[in-house]
């Protein structure tokens, strides 16, 4: 049973920009850390980005970096994946995930399965021209 609901995904020209959205459908966020996650055709799946459960710790996997920006809004219980300045390299099937922890730092982007409990039904981005 998936507990959030994803959109934002499609194709898109080198260079542009999406935002990717993850609303949770029976909890809210409070307490929770969130990430993304990607995997491409043929690769094992990768962390992009995560946030604590505090909201003011992020990382980002380092090609990312200064292209991407994750945030939370508590309230609408809804992930977002602000990208910007895309590579065909991006291409992948985005998943947002979440795990309630009760340490403020938790922000793991490896072990996608071990460290993340609910799961998006993922969404597709392509970068092509």
């Known amino acids: 049973q998936l507990q959030f609901v994803e959109s934002g995904g499609g194709l898109v020209q080198p260079g542009g920009s999406l935002r990717l959205s993850c609303v949770a459908t029976d909890f809210t966020l409070d307490g929770y850390a969130i990430a993304w996650f990607r995997q491409a055709p043929g690769k094992e799946p990768e962390g992009v980005s995560c946030m604590d459960s505090s909201g003011r710790i992020t990382n980002y996997r380092e090609s990312v970096k200064g292209r991407f920006t994750i945030s939370r809004d508590n309230e609408k219980k809804t992930l977002y994946l602000q990208m910007s300045s895309l590579k065909p390299e991006d291409t992948a099937v985005y998943y947002c995930?979440?795990?309630?922890?009760?340490?403020?730092?938790?922000?793991?982007?490896?072990?996608?399965?071990?460290?993340?409990?609910?799961w998006g039904q993922g969404t597709q981005v392509t970068v092509s021209s």
């Open positions: 995930a979440a795990v309630w922890t009760p340490y403020p730092h938790f922000c793991p982007l490896d072990d996608p399965k071990g460290s993340y409990r609910y």
